[in-house]
T-cell receptor, first 114, second 114 residues
Framework: GENVGLHLPTLSVQEGDNSIINCAYSNSASDYFIWYKQESGKGPQFIIDIRSNMDKRQGQRVTVLLNKTVKHLSLQIAATQPGDSAVYFCAENGRGGATNKLIFGTGTLLAVQP | DTAVSQTPKYLVTQMGNDKSIKCEQNLGHDTMYWYKQDSKKFLKIMFSYNNKELIINETVPNRFSPKSPDKAHLNLHINSLELGDSAVYFC?????????????FGNGTRLTVT
């Protein structure tokens, strides 16, 4: 697929295991964070978000953890499935009034082995 | 029923040509964006429009000219195409007043300049 030879940070897990994808963000003023999943040939899809007044949020099979002290975000996927194979991006949205924009981190390629 | 749709999906053209990419969203959002994704999968914001008004321009060469005929459409016109313009271009949208809301992305236009 188009991700072959990409040299992205890669996380390889066995089907059924839990996955943890990490992200460091840059702006301590950022107050809203999102995880996106991008499958081959598609646009980024929203997975889960979290505001800076929270440190944990759970969705269906996914949990996002936010540590503002060290500016770190993680995405946990429970019971990883082959369909979870994709590139995952974290994004931060800083306070900015008119400049309301999402800044994306470097993606992580999740490869699920059957 | 696609929420954010871009055309064309693939665009192959020669250096020096002028081309356009179209984007439409049917989500009722008032803010639209163009992002560029390079060969390393890095996503970078280019422009943002709110209700047909340009609000973000991230020092993109003026060969790139976005046009928003109405708040549901944001087209991207590129003059004098260069090899370095080869990338995947994503359109996205969201409701500006919902500050903490995710962007919804289209499936991208892969531009190849030869």
């Amino acid at each position: 697929g188009e991700n072959v030879g990409l040299h992205l940070p890669t996380l390889s897990v066995q089907e059924g295991d839990n996955s943890i994808i990490n992200c460091a963000y840059s702006n301590s003023a950022s107050d809203y964070f999102i995880w996106y999943k991008q499958e081959s040939g598609k646009g980024p899809q929203f997975i889960i978000d979290i505001r800076s007044n929270m440190d944990k949020r759970q969705g269906q099979r996914v949990t996002v953890l936010l540590n503002k002290t060290v500016k770190h975000l993680s995405l946990q996927i429970a019971a990883t499935q082959p369909g979870d194979s994709a590139v995952y991006f974290c994004a931060e949205n800083g306070r900015g009034g008119a400049t309301n924009k999402l800044i994306f981190g470097t993606g992580t390629l999740l490869a699920v082995q059957p | 029923d696609t929420a954010v749709s871009q055309t064309p999906k693939y665009l192959v053209t020669q250096m020096g040509n002028d081309k356009s990419i179209k984007c439409e969203q049917n989500l009722g959002h008032d803010t639209m964006y163009w992002y560029k994704q390079d060969s390393k999968k890095f996503l970078k914001i280019m422009f943002s429009y709110n209700n047909k008004e340009l609000i973000i321009n991230e020092t993109v060469p003026n060969r790139f000219s976005p046009k928003s005929p109405d708040k549901a459409h944001l087209n991207l016109h590129i003059n004098s195409l260069e090899l370095g313009d080869s990338a995947v271009y994503f359109c996205a949208s969201r409701l500006r007043d919902l500050y903490n809301s995710p962007l919804h992305f289209g499936n991208g236009t892969r531009l190849t300049v030869t």
